[in-house]
């Protein structure tokens, strides 16, 4: 299908595991972003890409790895897993600077 | 620093008036503002954007104003519906996108 997807949807993983969410969007869009949304403050950027193999740290990006082999693909990887990094997950595209991101459905990522 | 943010975290409006939710900017160099609507279990959806080189721009039910001179940005929804009851965040755009904390419209019958 068309579009950006994530998956999985939902995860529960234990601390101190490593934890991989994968966005895929198929428009060949430039720019990808990942974002956490947690109660009270909204959707925080945590890295962002603006193509393949160049990647930059958003607003708060400790604990978190990403890379980008591939247009078409942003992996987001937790080395560590920590109780504080349970949210929700949103990973979003756009085609230029000037545009709007078009967002996956998220996951919601649970640490116990 | 860089910041977005909204003036309030709730608004609760009579269905078929108007809305108005706001958002102020600290980054007087942004050129481009997008305001995202969030219904419950969802991705953030596009609403409408802004350049800095416009005053005003509307779509469908929606207008969107921006008042550089005081950093603020408004969004204005006519005859407001109950499918218009999300949370709408405010988002300032260079290479990277950066959310205000959101304003949840609540829609009263």
């Known amino acids: 299908d068309a579009g950006i997807t994530q998956s999985p949807r939902y995860k529960i993983t234990e601390t101190g595991r490593q934890v991989t969410l994968m966005c895929h969007q198929t428009w060949s869009h430039s720019y990808m972003f990942w974002y956490r949304q947690d109660l009270g403050h909204g959707l925080r950027l945590i890295y962002y890409s603006a193509a393949a193999d160049i990647t930059d740290k958003g607003e708060v990006p400790d604990g978190y790895v990403v890379s980008r082999s591939k247009t078409e693909n942003f992996p987001l990887t937790l080395e560590s897993a920590t109780r504080s990094q349970t949210s929700v997950y949103f990973c979003?595209?756009?085609?230029?600077?000037?545009?709007?991101?078009?967002f996956g459905q998220g996951t919601r990522l649970t640490v116990v | 620093g860089e910041s977005v943010g909204l003036h309030l975290p709730t608004l609760s409006v009579q269905e078929g008036d108007n809305s108005i939710i706001n958002c102020a900017y600290s980054n007087s160099a942004s050129d481009y503002f997008i305001w995202y609507k969030q219904e419950s279990g969802k991705g953030p959806q596009f609403i409408i954007d802004?350049?800095?080189?416009?005053d005003k721009r509307q779509g469908q039910r929606v207008t969107v104003l921006l008042n550089k001179t005081v950093k603020h940005l408004s969004l204005q929804i006519a005859a407001t519906q109950p499918g218009d009851s999300a949370v709408y965040f405010c988002?300032?755009?260079?290479?990277?996108?950066?959310f205000g904390k959101g304003t949840r419209l609540h829609i009263l019958p």
């Open positions: 802004i350049r800095s080189n416009m």
């Open positions: 988002a300032e755009r260079e290479d990277k996108i950066i």
């Open positions: 979003a595209s756009t085609h230029r600077i000037l545009a709007e991101a078009f």
